[in-house]
């Protein structure tokens, strides 16, 4: 069976319900809510939402966007449709472009860039809930000089691989692990170098410095994710290193800076006000738990 059939959609749905059982706080307010996140494959970034939503008594269901009322983490506001009336919750565009939701209940967006293009007003909060993954897990002791964390359309670059190989005290992350696994191997590193985005999101979660950087081939929207989500992390600056044949180690790791603290800390605690005012948003939210919410 593919990842993408029926059962395998179903088992996956049991699994992260029974993984928010054992969070306390959805038995203290636990509330099930229909939401869309990427689930094409297997990809830690995708998997954050039902992994942090339960530490805020969420419990989300995954459903089509056509059919849910909250959008989570990740590049997916371009699968709404104009007249998706849910909530966004630290989302972001994949591409520079208007798409316009001028229905949706915005508490959280990924950047300002998304906000403009989106249309968002009001009060609307900024970060990507990666930042979060500090409040959902310790840092466990340093095992790596260097995580090198290539997005899933570069785990077969040799020019990546090569300068990985080449650094003493590397990890190469595998993105393709469940979220929990993948943020614990690169909070484990003393400096990240990134393709993906919510590598470095990570990293800042934890205040390790960090670089990012783009290579062939180009991911779908280039590099504007990187910049919106730096727009309110690291406004006027970038950790951003250009490829280049030849690049070496120590070149990466002089370019790596951390994200301000108090920055990251106050993004933090705006993205988990926002989740708060959930349910003034969404009404008629059912209690967990539901085991029939397994079918499909």
Partial sequence: MSYHDPWPRRLRAARRLAQAALVPEVWRHGRVVPAYWWDGHPNFGDDLTPWLLP???????????????????????????????????????????????????????????????????????????????????????????????????????????????????????????GARRTVREIAACRLVVTTSLHGLVAADAFGIPAVWTTLDPPLSGGDFKFRDYESVVTPGRTRQVLWQEGIVPAELAA??????????????????????????????????????????
């Fill in 55 to 177: 530490a805020y008594g969420v419990v989300p269901v995954h459903r089509m966007p056509q059919h849910a009322r909250l959008v989570g983490v990740g590049s997916v506001l371009e699968f709404l449709p104009p007249e998706f009336d849910g909530v966004v919750w630290g989302s972001g565009l994949m591409s520079d472009a208007p798409h316009a939701l001028p229905h949706a209940r915005v508490l959280a967006v990924r950047g300002a860039l998304t906000r403009d293009r989106i249309g968002a007003t009001g009060e609307t909060a900024f970060g990507d809930p990666g930042l979060l993954v500090s409040r959902r897990t310790r840092r466990p002791a340093p095992r790596w000089e260097v995580g090198f964390v290539p997005h899933g359309h570069h785990r077969s670059h040799a020019g990546f691989a090569a300068v990985a190989a080449a650094t003493p005290g590397s990890r190469v992350v595998n993105v393709h692990q």
């Fill in 255 to 296: 370019a790596a800076w951390s994200a301000d603290a108090e920055t990251v800390a106050h993004l933090a605690d705006g993205l988990e006000r926002a989740i708060g005012r959930l349910d003034e948003e969404v009404r008629g939210l059912r209690r967990f738990p539901l085991g029939a919410l397994v079918s499909d």
